[in-house]
């Protein structure tokens, strides 16, 4: 046996590849996580509505109900063993025509069949009474209390941090472009010209795991991306509405939400267009128009001049509707963690142990001892909103809380270091913001990014031409020119 086998390799690092990677760290073995980016959180897990959903939009009886309602279950324990954002904030579905009501009930039945806890449909005054901004249109609204919100980048950032402390290697810049059969091995070619040899694969590649997979099987797969176009608010608007506010699904996917987000802001969004290219990420005035006028069907007066920035996630959509997870059958020790659309983010801490069970049994791999697994990991505290005194105590321990760099986030110095120096620290101007919000703001970094290009200089010993906004290509400074 080579050296250098591992026994998993997780292709991507987002919350499905790390959710994976977090449980498998459980066991007795050599796991590796790669990606193209040059961080964890670089494709559809950092850009979506972060709504923890309750679970009734999935079909009865498919992967995404199922998985959809274990994860809700699983993911506030797990926002506490982990330390990331979540608020258990429920959702509305608003129906704006009596016509409608049928689709509501229906709606109510299926959450039920799956499982989803204490729903009911609430009438126009109570839903009134609840949400004061609601749209003249509004009839009733089915009501989810479990639902929530998520801090999307934090639960990734978490679940990839945990997986390392307890031994998973990642590798960045890692763009897997073929495998191939090995003996009884897979070997995985990366585009940097390196190889990594492994006994299984887990295929968690967004929307490129159809590339992956038609690496190694006969039986091909399609991904179409989808996209989601939204509108971020400033933290004036962020509490236009208390819950996160849905219209009634179509088959374009849950129409356009208004939500509050973990941060303060208000989210709205997303459209539903197929594309041909996986990287389109740009933003659209047709999607962007589309989002302004629609999210007045259900919320009255959202405070629209408070847009700080617009941005666009790609869902990794496939004709059935539904996650593509198991072992591939001509393909022995791979297993597809693919297609994983909404619910996934909802999803992913069910997803996470279901496919380490398929890959326990693959391996027969064994648990570690329980004082060799460390299940929890604290998170770098947030200082929005905190006492002025508890500030100046910090600044007295560590000057560098005194310090502040983002001024819109109220972020300090301190927080940044702490954001460059954990285990998969930032690199980047982007993975700072991931991390602690620096940049997140009204002036979208605006003032801070200077500053912060500088500690990264400072602390990763890069020339100032080296620090880039998201990894190799975005660098910021191209050349310096002599002052006149
Ligand atoms: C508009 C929109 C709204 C959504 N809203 C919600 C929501 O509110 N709630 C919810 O539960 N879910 C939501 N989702 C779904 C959720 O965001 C996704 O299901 C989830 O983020 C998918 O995570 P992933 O890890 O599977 O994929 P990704 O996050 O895309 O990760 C895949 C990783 O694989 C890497 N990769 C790809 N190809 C290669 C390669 N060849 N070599 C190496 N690395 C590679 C990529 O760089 C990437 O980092 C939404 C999605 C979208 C687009």
Redesign the pocket.
Known sequence: MADDLYDVVV?????????VARELSRLRARVCV????ED??????????????AGFDAQTGTLMAKF?VE?NERMWKLAQDLDFKVRRCGSLVVCTSEEDLPGLEALLERGRANGVPDLRIVDREELVAMEPHISDLAVAALWAPTAGI?D?FGL?IALAENAAQNGVEFRFN????GIHRVEEDWELL??NGQSIRTRCVVN??????D??HNMVSEHKIRIIP?????LLLDTTAGDHVQHTIFMLPSVM??GI?VSPTVHGNLLV????TDVDDPESTDTTSDGLREVAEKCALTVADVPLREVITSF?????HQPDHEFIIGEIEDAPGFVD??A?????????PAIGVYVTDIVRNLLSLEEKDADKWIGTRTGIPSLEGAPVSYWAELAQQDPAYGNVICRCRHVTEAQILAAIHRPLGARSLDGVKRRVTAGMGRCQGGFCSPKVMEILERELGLGPEEVTKCGPGSELIVERGEAQ
Not at 204 to 209: D, H, I, Q
Not at 226 to 230: I, L, S, V
């Open positions: 292709v991507g690092a987002g919350v499905s590849g790390c959710a790669v990606d193209r980016e964890v959180c670089c494709g559809t897990s950092k850009a979506n509505s972060a709504i923890v959903h959809n994860g998520v999307a990734n890692a763009l897997v472009n990366l585009a968690a590649a967004g929307v490129f795991a590339a992956i989808r996209k989601g176009e939204y996917g849950k939400l969004g997303p459209t539903a666009a996630g790609l869902r990794a963690c693919a994983i659309e909404s619910p996934g983010l909802t999803s992913c």
